[in-house]
C-alpha cells in the first residue's frame, strides 16, 4: 500500500490497544480514515516533552492526522502499527540543530516497542535532558516504514 496524502480516503486495521505492554498483533479493529495530514517523524522528529507525554504508546515514522469516516472527529494514527503499513516501531534518539531535517548526531541505541526498552529510553531520556546543548535539541525519531509481516 502506498503512503497516504492529505484528502485520501484509506482504509486501515489498527491495533485495539496501542500501549507496548498491550498490543496484541491479532486484535485488529478496521478503521475508515480521510487522512488530513502526514507527519514524517524523521523530518519532523518527536520532541523528548512530546514523547514522555505518552512514552508507551506504538510509534512509527508515519502520523497521520485523520477523520475515522463514521466518528467525525480528528484522531492520530501511527500508520506503522497498522497491518497495512506494519513496521518495527523502533525509535532512536538524536540531536538536532535548528532547521536540521536530520539529527547531526545519535546518541544511544534503537530502541524497540517493548515495556522494558520504553523504560530505559524514559531514564536515558531524563538524563540527556540535563546537558546542555545549546540551540540544539533532543528529538525521538524513527526512520522505519519496512514491512515486517
Do not use: N
Not at 480516503?9 to 490497544?17: A, K, N, T
Not at 498483533?25 to 520532541?47: C, F, G, N, Y
Not at 536530520?102 to 540527556?128: M, N, Y
Amino acid at each position: 500500500m502506498e503512503l497516504p496524502a492529505a484528502g485520501d480516503q484509506i482504509e486501515i486495521h489498527y491495533p485495539e490497544f496501542t500501549c507496548v505492554h498491550l498490543y496484541r498483533p491479532r486484535r485488529l479493529k478496521r478503521r475508515q480514515l480521510v487522512i488530513t495530514s502526514v507527519r514524517d517523524l524523521l523530518a519532523e522528529p518527536l520532541s523528548a516533552e512530546e514523547f514522555l507525554r505518552r512514552p508507551f504508546l506504538l510509534r512509527s515514522r508515519w502520523l497521520a492526522q485523520a477523520v475515522e469516516c463514521h466518528r467525525h472527529r480528528p484522531r492520530q494514527f501511527y500508520l506503522g502499527s497498522s497491518a497495512e503499513f506494519r513496521s518495527p516501531g523502533s525509535l532512536k534518539v538524536g540531536i538536532y540543530e535548528p532547521g536540521a531535517p536530520r539529527p547531526s548526531r545519535v546518541i544511544g541505541r534503537q530502541f524497540e516497542p517493548t515495556l522494558q526498552d520504553r523504560k530505559l529510553l524514559i531514564h536515558a531520556l531524563r538524563e540527556w535532558l540535563t546537558h546542555d546543548l545549546g540551540e540544539a535539541r533532543l528529538m525521538i525519531f524513527s526512520d522505519d516504514l519496512r514491512r515486517v509481516g
